[in-house]
């Protein structure tokens, strides 16, 4: 079985206090660290027994999981596993790099966030630097607010080329055409994000190739249909993959829609959807090129 796991444990703590982030900010105590750390141990060991599948792992903490240092080992022993294809991690690169020399660079992943106000311009773009000169697969991205955009545009600037750039449309936040248009100069997939995608009853890979997995083991199919598929340590969540079309109004958040299969993303990002790394085609396609009009002319969604 080909299956991705979305894994969100109990940790909630972060070194970031972003005002836009819809994520918890608090200190975990010492029994909630302890208690997140054998989470995530459980979980390792239950991945690197699954030979007979093969897995995609991404791994989307509530807070930041780099600076602790069982995540950085959990993405190291797994990307040294044969069965494991991806393993990633969304971070603010607020931790150290070197730690990625001892991973499988070629399973291993990031999918990095620069917020303007938390950290210098300039230990991030040398963080990314970092990755670029280890050849560590990454993605760089930030959130589209206006107050954002000339830090975007000075990042787009400063990172290689074949470094994409992402950009998130702020939650709550409308663009007109012209606010959109600044933004997608500087990424080309974000009509993408503009708007939320019309979801209900559209099939969508969640809940058949990929699922969601929380601290205790619980299956859902992804992070924001709270119906449970079972347990992933008990296996009585493999009797419920299957076809399904997604339940939702709307889906507006990138590791929900991208595998919504009314949307082309699985061709855009291929070999990098967990970590939002576009193929050299279509990152070079996008450039400067043409933005679908479906995705362009999309009304916003109430």
């Known amino acids: 079985m080909d299956l991705t796991v979305l894994y969100r444990g109990p940790l909630a703590s972060c070194d ?50 780099l600076v602790r240092s069982w995540y950085r080992r959990a993405l190291m022993e797994l990307s040294h596993l044969a069965h494991v294809r991806r393993v990633a991690i969304q971070t603010n690169l607020s931790c150290r790099t070197g730690w990625t020399a001892e991973a499988d660079r070629d399973t291993l992943a990031l999918w990095c966030t620069y917020h303007p106000g938390q950290t210098p311009y300039d230990r991030f773009l040398g963080k990314c630097r970092e990755l670029a000169e280890a050849n560590v ?26 470094v994409y750039l992402w950009v998130n449309a702020a939650e709550g936040h409308g663009y007109t055409d012209a606010e959109a248009a600044r933004w997608t100069e500087i990424d080309p997939l974000f009509p993408y994000s503009r708007h939320p995608h019309a979801s209900a009853g559209l099939p969508c890979r969640t809940g058949e190739s990929v699922v969601s997995v929380d601290g205790d083991g619980t299956v859902r199919r992804c992070h924001f249909v709270k ?18 079309p997604c339940p939702l109004t709307v889906c507006d958040c990138h590791i929900g829609y991208v595998h919504l299969e009314s949307l082309p993303l699985y061709d ?12 050299p085609e ?13 995705i362009a002319v999309r009304p916003a969604l109430p």
């Open 268 to 279: 855009v990002f291929a070999g990098g959807v967990l970590e939002r790394v576009p193929t």
């Open 16 to 65: 970031y206090d972003c005002p836009y982030c819809p994520f918890a900010k608090r200190r975990d105590s010492r029994a909630a660290l302890t208690a997140d750390r054998a989470a995530l141990e459980r979980f390792t060991a239950w991945a690197a027994g699954q030979t007979g599948d093969r897995l995609s792992v991404l791994f989307t903490p509530w807070g930041e999981g």
């Open 227 to 244: 119906a449970e598929l079972g347990n992933l340590y008990d296996g009585s969540y493999r009797a419920a993959l299957r076809p399904r």
């Open 137 to 162: 697969r990454h993605s760089v991205g930030i959130v589209g607010l206006p107050g954002h955009l000339e830090h975007a545009r000075r990042l787009r600037a400063a990172l290689p080329e074949q």
């Open 282 to 294: 279509a990152r070079s396609g996008a450039r400067g090129g043409p933005v679908p009009v479906d």
